[in-house]
């Protein structure tokens, strides 16, 4: 008999659920006798005991549905480490949990803060395997992760929505879109939906060369713009600054959020009447795309075949359309940015798109 524990860390995305799923439908066909236990919440519920037994059943009709069936919560990985209040060494709380469930695998599906924690879970001697989640694309060691695809869809719709108005109006939008640290959803989403300015964090930007841009396009008889500014955004200015002096400009900013702040440096420079747009958290909610279903399906098995083959310590990762084991040493801490000579940068550039630069 085989004893698996599933869990899922950190934000949610679409494609947790078909993930899961092809973990467990890969893991009966492969061993027939196995124990999937269902841990709770991420690493709250490794930590807390907190699990159940799945039934076979409780994996049917899950591959459409968005977010997780097992729940997550976010356990930052700088935390990890540190005896909190109520006296929990965390780390040890999991590697005894795992010890008390006798599994022979724990398959923790997460992005880069769940990876950290699970490469020190692995070095703590336990047998992990990993699945790349995150609509940021954001993680070393695979082409793409499970969640981008669906979250991609959103904003680009978000995007197409707003063309319509913008132009109806004659205004100029901005468009607030998640990624955290990294601009590819933003990137990938501002080419998708035909934005005419994309600010990433990869490429600092300048107010004024955004302002010139509108400006031009107006001349031009073009009364509307859309700004798609990733939520990572920087200006060239800030680009500049030490960690901790961008920190603390970031804690004075006056608006909400740099989609907000973009905004007001256009009314400023142009005179032109600013909305803002922010979809926030609907770029993750809602069913995963046909493309996440497929890739999360061949990532979740791929996780059963190691299991199988007893290879532990990596992550199932897209490389050149080949899903394979990449060492979760190699995983942990590296965050994949927009290399800023890509080809889609170029390509962005070869069509008159601006990065605001
Ligand atoms: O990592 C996924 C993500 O949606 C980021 O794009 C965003 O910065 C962050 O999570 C939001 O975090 P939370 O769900 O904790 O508000």
Avoid at 175 to 183: C, F, L, S
Avoid at 293 to 298: D, W
């Amino acid at each position: 008999m085989k004893r698996i524990g599933i869990l899922t860390s950190g934000g949610d995305c679409q494609g947790l659920n078909p993930a899961i799923r092809g973990v467990a439908k890969a893991l009966y066909e492969a061993f027939g006798d196995v124990k999937i236990y269902g841990i709770k919440d991420g690493y709250k519920g490794l930590i807390e005991g907190e699990y159940e037994i799945m039934k076979k059943s409780d994996f049917s009709g899950i591959l459409t549905m968005g977010g997780t069936i097992l729940g997550t919560s976010r356990q930052p990985f700088k935390k990890m480490r540190i005896i909190g209040d109520d006296g929990v060494d965390k780390v040890q709380a999991m590697i005894k949990n795992y010890k008390e469930m006798k599994l022979d695998c724990l398959v923790i599906l997460g992005g880069n803060g769940t990876h950290k924690s699970a490469n020190l879970l692995s070095e703590s001697g336990l047998n992990i395997i990993t699945l790349p989640k995150t609509i940021d694309n954001d993680l070393w060691g695979t082409d793409i992760t499970f969640g981008f695809h669906s979250a991609l869809d959103v904003a680009t719709e978000v995007i197409d929505r707003l063309h319509t108005t913008a132009t109806s109006h004659g205004r100029i939008f901005v468009v607030e879109i998640m990624g955290h640290k990294a601009g590819w959803l933003n990137l990938y989403a501002g080419i998708a939906g035909g934005a005419d300015v994309i600010l990433i964090p990869e490429i600092p930007y300048s107010k004024e060369k955004i302002a010139e841009i509108i400006e031009s396009r107006t001349k031009d008889g073009k009364g509307f713009s859309i700004v798609a500014v990733a939520e990572g955004a920087v200006s060239l200015e800030e680009s500049k600054m030490s960690k901790k002096e961008f920190k603390a400009a970031r804690a004075a900013m006056r608006q909400p959020s740099v989609g907000y702040r973009v905004a007001e440096e256009i009314e400023l420079l142009t005179g032109h009447d600013v909305r803002v747009t922010v979809p926030g958290h609907i770029q993750r909610g809602g069913s995963p795309s046909a493309y996440d279903r497929f890739l999360s399906t061949m990532f979740g098995t791929k996780a059963a075949e190691l299991i199988k083959n007893e290879q532990y310590g990596y992550m199932a990762g897209l490389k050149n359309n080949e899903v394979v084991a990449v060492p979760l040493s190699e995983v942990a801490g590296r965050l994949k940015c927009v290399p800023t000579d890509s080809q889609i940068i170029k390509t962005a550039r070869s069509i008159g798109l601006s990065f605001g630069d």
